[in-house]
């Protein structure tokens, strides 16, 4: 028998293997492609899906568990990639299901401070196995409550609390009597500071492995929060000083704007330099970085005035979009729930590539006016489905139409990933998510 007969009997016998190997391989080199496309306002096959990529682009741990079980997948624990929300992982084999893009890559440290690396296996209050970071101990005291510890040091007070009956974890403000004259920026600064060789060989290792997937990676390396009242109390810090009461500071956005400044200012010199460092370690095997999750929109209005916003915010955003255009390849995603129609313009001309979660149960948020006004300028990485009203309270098929018709009017000539309004939350039917997966499915294939 001849080398060619041999060939052509293997592949023969081996054809559908192959074709579905090939398949996946196309599929997935396709990802990072298609995203890019996508935030360049390029048409795409398709409608690109992110989940799990961010910490506000996520599902929780329940969600995540129901549907393993749904799709027949193995039982094991699931892996908590943000305890303070309890997000769940959603592992290859769920990224192949729900035709995933994107793959995320965080720092080498969570919320709390705790090493990124270090796991352990847990039961959650609601009875869920799971795998956590090392220091968080989800024991119940007799009040049903869930104490965490920054560094879990429990020699220190608690930085947060599952209240019972919680699914996600809430800070705990251990704001110190404030004297103005001694108020000093450096306090709000302590979390805040250069990346060791440590830390970038780890972010090294994480982008390359999440490179190597072919999907596009989107990296939440921190350090720029400029006001995220997620991080005001710093929750990572065992003795938090400075301002660390949220409606402290929120009074502070208007009361103490040069305090503010000076936090804003120093934070971007750090994290410039820390990018620059970044850069130089990974270049562009990034795609794109999620840089601030502060929010400037509640449901029927906003958190500032816009001349608040183009004082305080403005100037240093562009301080650092400006510099990561001009250095890097990177693209910029801003988070900010809520009614923002009013901030957009701002969002803009900061130079911010693509705005999340696209709130469009928000006032003035209607998806079509948006893509009309904004869909030029600014990717839309989210708006896929209300989580307020449609997923957690319609029917599956109302819950499939609505996602049909989203991507319709949002995926218009590029400028949209596909995302829900948020993370997924943990009391949302499965079957209503499973419904959404559906859908996306029969657009893509």
């Known amino acids: 028998m001849s080398i060619p007969e041999v060939v052509f009997i293997y592949f023969y016998a081996n054809r559908e293997a192959i074709h579905l190997r090939y398949q ?22 398709g409608i690109p899906v992110d989940f799990g990529a961010t910490t506000v682009t996520g599902m929780h741990c329940r ?26 992982e959603i592992d290859e084999e769920l990224q192949e299901i729900i035709g995933i893009d994107t793959i995320g890559v965080s720092g080498p440290k969570d919320i709390f401070n705790n090493d990124a690396s270090e796991f352990h296996e847990q039961i959650t209050p609601w009875g869920q196995r799971v795998m956590i970071a090392h220091p968080i101990n989800l024991a119940t005291d ?21 209240p019972a009956q919680c699914y996600f974890i809430n800070a705990i403000e251990r704001q110190q009597p404030i004297i103005e004259e001694q108020l000093n920026p450096s306090d709000n600064l302590e979390e805040y500071g250069l990346l060791s060789d440590k830390d970038l060989a780890w972010i090294k290792q994480e982008v390359e492995q999440a490179s190597s997937t072919g999907k596009a990676v989107v990296a939440g390396f921190g350090g720029t929060a400029l006001g995220d009242v997620a991080f005001i109390p710093g929750m990572g810090l065992k003795n ?27 934070q971007i010199t750090i994290a410039i330099e820390n990018y620059k460092k970044i850069w130089d370690t990974v270049g562009d095997k990034v795609d794109v970085v999620f840089t601030c999750g502060t929010d400037f929109g509640c ?67 209607d998806p079509t006016f948006l893509k009309k006004e904004f869909g030029s300028k600014l990717t839309f990485w989210g708006g896929g489905i209300d989580t307020q009203r449609i997923l957690p309270y319609a029917s599956p098929k109302e819950v499939y139409d609505h996602v049909l018709r989203q991507c319709d009017i949002l995926g218009q000539d590029g400028g949209f990933i596909f995302n829900s309004v948020h993370n997924i939350q943990a009391n949302v039917p499965v079957e209503n998510v499973i419904a959404m997966i559906e859908a996306l499915s029969s657009i893509n294939n």
């Open 299 to 365: 449901q029927d209005s906003q958190f500032c005035s816009i001349d608040t916003f183009n004082e305080l915010w403005l100037p240093h955003y562009k301080r650092m979009n400006d510099w990561i255009h001009t250095h890097t390849t990177w693209k910029v995603f801003k988070h900010s729930c809520g009614a923002i129609v009013p901030i957009l313009p701002g969002i803009i001309e900061a130079g911010f590539d693509i705005i999340n979660p696209v709130q469009i149960n928000a006032k003035n948020m």
């Open 240 to 266: 938090p000083h400075g301002i660390r009461s949220v409606s402290e500071w929120y009074i502070s956005t208007m009361m103490r704007q040069e305090y503010i400044h000076t936090v804003f200012d120093r």
């Open 24 to 45: 996946l391989n196309h599929n997935i080199m396709n990802s990072k492609n298609k995203i890019r496309k996508t935030i360049n306002h390029q048409t795409t096959d």
């Open 142 to 162: 007799k009040e049903g409550d869930v104490y965490i510890y920054a560094e879990g040091d429990t020699n220190y007070p608690p930085s947060a609390i599952m």
């Open 63 to 88: 969600i995540v568990e129901e549907l393993r079980k749904h799709y027949g997948l193995r039982e094991k624990p699931v892996k908590i990639i943000d305890p303070f929300q309890m997000l769940g």
